[in-house]
């Protein structure tokens, strides 16, 4: 079965700076998509990016954009010019190919804190 | 945009008693889940749901739980016997699948007292 890992429980940004959150994976699979998704306190889930494991090219969608090392099953989300809307949990996810409707594969989460 | 809706935002029940939450999924969506998130926890998932029927389903998704299509816009997921530890925050989520991202709705707190 796949696993997410999130290593950091929680981590702190000073408004304006850059931020990286880290997530691995552990799969025996070639063909996969791996998203980020954004709970802020209102715990509503909010996709932020999502990338296609057979793209070597790393997503981005404005100020967010993916780390995706595909060997290393690693996939870290950077986020420029850090908001103080950007406070929120992120959640790394996992999602197989094999058919049209797997579910996804959650990380425990990191809770980001914007410093104004 | 279209987006997933949920209803009711928050359930408040006693144990033993049955709930339903209601989704309606984005129109041209095709496949259906349902995850719960314990407070504090991560998301987990429940069962997904294609033309009718189960697709795929999790260790948590006993006896005392069901889903259902009853018509062609809702989508709901019943607890028959609420138990204490359904307590949880429900999401219903839909996905096309010509694109296969899913999309949220904004969750159901359900607390069981």
């Known amino acids: 079965a796949q696993t997410v890992t999130q290593s950091q429980p929680e981590m702190s940004v000073q408004e304006a700076e850059t931020v990286t959150l880290s997530c691995t994976y552990d799969t025996s699979e070639s063909d996969y998509y791996l998203f980020w998704y954004k709970q802020p306190p209102s715990r509503q889930m909010i996709l932020v990016i999502r990338q296609e494991a057979y793209k070597q090219q790393n997503a981005t969608e404005n100020r967010f954009s993916v780390n995706f090392q595909k060997a290393a099953k690693s996939f870290s989300l950077k986020i420029s010019d850090s908001q103080l809307g950007d406070a929120a949990m992120y959640f790394c996810?996992?999602?197989?190919?094999?058919?049209?409707?797997?579910?996804?594969?959650f990380g425990k989460g990191t809770r980001l804190s914007v410093i104004a | 945009e279209p987006e997933v809706t949920q209803t009711p935002s928050h359930q408040v029940t006693q144990m033993g008693q049955e709930v339903i939450l209601r989704c309606v999924p984005i129109s041209n969506h095709l496949y259906f889940y349902w995850y719960r998130q314990i407070l504090g926890q991560k998301v987990e998932f429940l069962v997904s749901f294609y033309n009718n029927e189960i697709s795929e389903k999790s260790e948590i998704f006993d006896d005392q739980f069901s889903v259902e299509r009853p018509d062609g816009s809702n989508f709901t997921l019943k607890i028959r016997s609420t138990k204490l530890e359904d307590s949880a925050m429900y999401f219903c989520?839909?996905?096309?699948?010509?694109?296969?991202?899913?999309?949220f709705g904004p969750g159901t707190r359900l607390t069981v007292l």
């Open positions: 989520a839909s996905s096309d699948p010509g694109y296969d991202t899913q999309y």
């Open positions: 996810a996992y999602r197989s190919q094999y058919s049209g409707n797997t579910p996804l594969v």
